[in-house]
């Protein structure tokens, strides 16, 4: 599982659906999620999480998209198996890994060193609290 | 305020002594769960209600009455007899008198024909009064029961566990059945269950007890639903099993009496060992849901 330290920015709330805009970094994170517990308040330190199969890539994206969250990201490394691929990134939000099949890494051309594009639904990501050690 | 309940009580547990300790208020005409892991205190917290038990010391007031109030080292001020407070109480045994029809055992608790064949009515045991227990289901054998307790008209309905003996849709019918008669009769019921979805149905409030404590005093809602992560869709479970191929790693995991299968990133898989407990999680948005269907496994069968 992916995590990224962040702090929340804000939330709207309509009925029991909520948004949440966090800071990570000089990245902004957007989540949906369903009833929020009162611990995640403006202000609140969070991980969000998610899985390395929920990052999608782009190379060279143009035009536009429905997905909430973009990451600039640096390729740090590709595992290359037969039918899935492991790439690792770096972020000035913090590093992550994304999980592909390899025919979209070769229609891509992505590579180690390369800059891409991070793409995670907002209803893909989710929240946990830091609890203090 | 129905009921006002601070009362301290010595136990002998298994991993050593401990007390019970309570300090709560229950407002009238709620159900309100009492949960938590066996020995903790639930049963003896409903005992002392009852007057079964007597706490060291405390204070215990029923919508302005006061059953109990005691010092410890000293005899009671006040020690209402069970037969004094206006508690009824089902165990999750059935207790009836073997001997006795089902009218029989209802009058023995309060010789009124009257609220006996409301109360039949109300369970559905119309047809039945004349029946012994040992002719009846456990289902019926439970509503004696309930129905028994309900004849001196309680203020207070202690419940122990009343469910836990029958079959899924058995349990299901009565938990309605149990909504009715509070809906009709405004009684406030207290009710020892482990069972979440029971909770979830039947009740207002949880109290949840470990070592004598209550621990967590919330809505099932906050309970269940609200929880520490923003995932809405997690469930405890032991690992069963490990593998690797190609670039992705899979756990089987047992939740309960179900096995599920879930995919981990490698770091994962460096720090997970077969037999570890986990919680497994999601959110609400990524599950699928359908209709069970003829050729879906189901777990229950086992």
């Known amino acids: 599982m992916n995590r990224i330290r962040a702090v929340v920015r804000s939330i709207e709330a309509h009925e029991a659906l909520h948004r949440i805009t966090l800071d990570a970094g000089e990245e902004r994170f957007v989540v949906i999620t369903l009833e929020l517990a009162d611990e995640y308040r403006v202000g609140a330190s969070v991980d969000i999480s998610f899985k390395s199969t929920h990052v999608a890539l782009a190379r060279s994206l143009k035009g536009e998209l429905t997905i909430s969250n973009r990451l600039e990201a640096v390729v740090a490394g590709v595992r290359r198996s037969r039918l899935l691929a492991e790439i690792d990134l770096r972020s000035r939000a913090g590093s992550f890994t994304s999980l592909i099949t390899v025919d979209a890494l070769e229609r891509t051309g ?3 060193g390369d800059r891409v594009t991070a793409l995670m639904k907002a209803s893909d990501l989710y929240l946990s609290r830091i609890r203090e050690a | 305020m129905m009921l006002v309940v601070n009362v301290r009580k010595q136990l002998f547990g298994a991993e050593g002594d401990f007390s019970l300790t309570t300090d709560l208020e229950i407002p009238k005409g709620g159900i309100t769960a009492v949960a938590g892991p066996s020995g903790s205190g639930k049963t003896t917290f409903l005992r002392i209600l009852a007057g079964l038990t007597s706490p060291e010391e405390g204070f215990l007031q029923v919508d302005g009455r006061v059953w109990f109030q005691g010092r410890e080292g000293r005899r009671p001020r006040i020690n209402l007899k069970p037969q004094q407070r206006r508690a009824g109480f089902v165990f999750q045994g059935y ?5 006795m029809s089902v009218m029989q055992n209802l009058l023995y608790a309060a010789n009124d024909r009257d609220m006996a064949e409301k109360l039949m009515e109300m369970t559905g045991l119309g047809n039945l009064r004349d029946v012994k227990p ?9 509503r004696v029961a309930l129905a028994r307790s309900l004849m001196q008209q309680p203020e207070l309905l202690l419940l122990d566990e009343p469910l836990s003996a029958l079959d899924e849709t058995m349990k299901s019918v009565l938990q309605d ?8 009769l405004g009684i406030t019921i207290l009710i020892v269950t482990h069972d979440s979805s029971e909770i979830f149905k039947l009740c207002d409030r949880v109290l949840l007890f470990e070592k004598g404590r209550v621990v967590a005093d919330k809505t099932p809602r906050e309970l269940f639903v609200e929880r520490a992560t923003t995932q809405k869709f997690a469930f405890k479970g032991e690992i069963l099993e490990l593998k690797s191929f190609d670039a ?3 756990a089987v995991v047992a939740i309960g009496n179900n096995l599920v299968e879930v995919v981990i990133d490698s770091h994962e898989r460096g720090s997970l060992r077969i037999g570890d407990k ?10 699928t849901i359908r209709r069970f269907e003829h050729h879906d496994f ?3 069968r086992l």
């Open chain 2, 134 to 142: 040992a002719q009846l289901s456990g289902g019926q054998k439970q």
């Open chain 2, 177 to 184: 059945e149990l909504l009715k008669i509070h809906r009709e």
């Open chain 2, 248 to 250: 992705i790693h899979t």
């Open chain 2, 298 to 300: 189901d777990f229950s």
């Open chain 2, 95 to 99: 207790a009836l008198f073997p001997h």
């Open chain 1, 110 to 112: 992505i590579q180690e």
């Open chain 2, 278 to 287: 986990v919680v497994i999680g999601t959110k609400a948005f990524n599950p």
